[in-house]
């Protein structure tokens, strides 16, 4: 079913008979008409059979697992919330073969930088609390804080939504997510594509994919090339654990067997665990606008020991003080139930750090400043040295 640029519909069903150059046949070893096909001569056999005794019957899309209607029921359902989503340069979205968008000319030496993520296994809680409505805002903010942090504005966003039997009141939920969570980046949700592929999933389950598309001025890209000792480092607060580690979360979860509808910090656990990823693109795009911003890593798996160093030259280390922001309750669960060590949640949780912002110290005080204006919690959490021979390039203390 076509969204936005090529959104078609796969099934992954035989007919009750196959045709090549005219020719009947079917793969060896599969049960056909009653016979098991293990040679040419059984498969003659099977098909004498099938030809004599059983009357062919026509067969539809349908019959194969696969409602086109249902498809089409569900490109009718998203259009208003891809509609919301919409921007000036976009020339042709819902319903086309490819999706049109028009680079600005207030670019002159622009670079496109693109991303892909998924969701990974927070979707199985998500089946299995029956909660969809958040895993699409997760799935714009895998992508759409990874090209952020290159400097670049999101533009534009497509997505990926494959399952087994297509459920379009779930599927409609999951993309009405997407669609909010490309309205807080700023992004167009140009398009998508919908895959009903019966005995590939479940019922009930899915995958997501998406695909983000941004561009920078080239001579603003951020690399964190100029990143020197001295330098400040500022910690901007995770809603929760956004989409990583999750497969340690369900194992906990699996020996704990917590309540799930019971308090949690002021909400249900449920809710905390579900929690959507933080989309942190319109501040930070202000902050580079008032602010050299020298490199920014968005905590994802990995945590702050694997993230942090990909901006960081060989020569140096960043220094965090773990005691200088506030780390979610949610982490201290998971450690305790868990019984997960410290190194261990620093190299799979992001522990309450979403985004990490370098900056020079001279800097860091206006960062803060602007940051916390534009609603987001940022504490200052190290600074950046010279690396020691044999150190590790982040170094949580």
């Not at 992004?187 to 998406?210: H, K, N, Q, R, V």
């Not at 080239?218 to 607060?237: C, N, Q, T, Y």
């Not at 308090?263 to 902050?287: C, H, N, Q």
């Not at 206006?366 to 609603?375: I, P």
Request: hydrophobic share 45%.
């Amino acid at each position: 079913m076509a969204r936005g640029g090529c959104r078609a519909s796969a099934a992954g069903a035989w007919s009750s008979q196959w045709r090549r150059n005219g020719v009947q046949c079917c793969p060896l070893g599969v049960d056909w008409a009653g016979h098991t096909i293990k040679s040419g001569l059984d498969l003659r056999e099977a098909q004498l059979y099938h030809e004599a005794d059983i009357p062919l019957t026509s067969l539809t899309y349908r019959d194969a697992g696969v409602d086109i209607d249902a498809g089409d029921s569900l490109v009718e359902r998203i259009k208003p919330f891809a509609k919301r989503t919409m921007r000036p340069e976009v020339m042709a979205g819902i319903g086309g073969f490819g999706a049109l968008f028009e680079l600005s000319r207030k670019y002159r030496e622009p670079v496109l930088v693109s991303g892909t993520d998924g969701v990974g296994t927070k979707l199985k809680l998500a089946f299995q609390l029956n909660r969809h409505d958040t895993v699409g805002i997760d799935l714009v903010a895998m992508s759409v804080n990874d090209i952020l942090v290159q400097g670049a504005e999101p533009l534009f966003f497509l997505d990926y939504f494959a399952c087994g039997r297509l459920d379009v009141d779930t599927a409609a939920t999951v993309i009405q997510g997407i669609a909010r969570g490309c309205e807080m980046a700023g992004c167009a949700l140009i398009g998508g594509e919908t895959a009903e592929m019966p005995s590939m999933y479940p019922d009930g389950e899915y995958d997501l994919a998406g695909f983000a598309v941004g561009a920078v001025e080239k001579s603003k890209l951020i690399d964190g090339a100029a990143i020197e000792p001295g330098d400040a480092v500022i910690g901007l607060a995770s809603s929760g654990a956004h989409s990583n580690g999750y497969s340690l979360v369900r194992k906990i979860l699996e020996r704990a067997r917590p309540d799930m509808n019971a308090d949690f910090d002021g909400r249900s656990l449920a809710e905390a665990v579900m929690a959507p990823t933080r989309i942190y693109v319109k501040p930070l795009l202000a902050l580079m606008d008032a602010v050299p911003v020298k490199g920014m890593a968005h905590i994802t798996g990995g945590g702050l020991l694997d993230n942090v160093p990909r901006i960081l030259k060989d020569s140096l280390v960043a220094t965090l003080d773990s005691t200088a922001w506030t780390r979610p309750k949610l982490f201290d669960w998971l450690q305790r139930e868990g019984q997960v060590a410290d190194a261990e949640m620093h190299r799979v949780f992001n522990c309450g750090i979403g985004m990490v912002v370098v900056v020079a110290q001279s800097q860091e005080e206006k960062a803060l400043k602007l940051l916390r204006e534009a609603g987001e919690t940022a504490w200052s959490i190290g600074m950046i040295c010279r690396r020691g021979a044999d150190q590790p390039q982040t170094i949580v203390a």
